[in-house]
């Protein structure tokens, strides 16, 4: 899979539980940095997380484009 900056991923924990972001960095085709959009733990999304809108480094198992 192919990532430009600006895309938007999922870095996901498992299937129910990942971050969503928009990609602000990339070093040999892996984002390395994103934009925190939301966050989604067993279904349910936190809105109150302190990271959100902050950039910050894949932190989970692999990424998707959304």
């Known amino acids: 899979m192919t990532f430009s900056v600006g ?4 870095d ?3 299937g129910d539980c990942y971050f969503e ?3 602000t960095e990339i070093e040999k085709n892996e984002v390395t940095k994103y934009r925190l959009l939301k966050i989604v733990w067993s279904g349910e999304e936190d809105k109150d997380c302190k990271d959100l809108n902050t950039i910050i480094e894949p932190r989970w198992w692999y990424i998707t484009k959304k």
């Open 21 to 23: 972001g928009q990609v």
């Open 12 to 14: 996901v924990e498992d």
């Open 7 to 10: 895309d938007i991923i999922r």
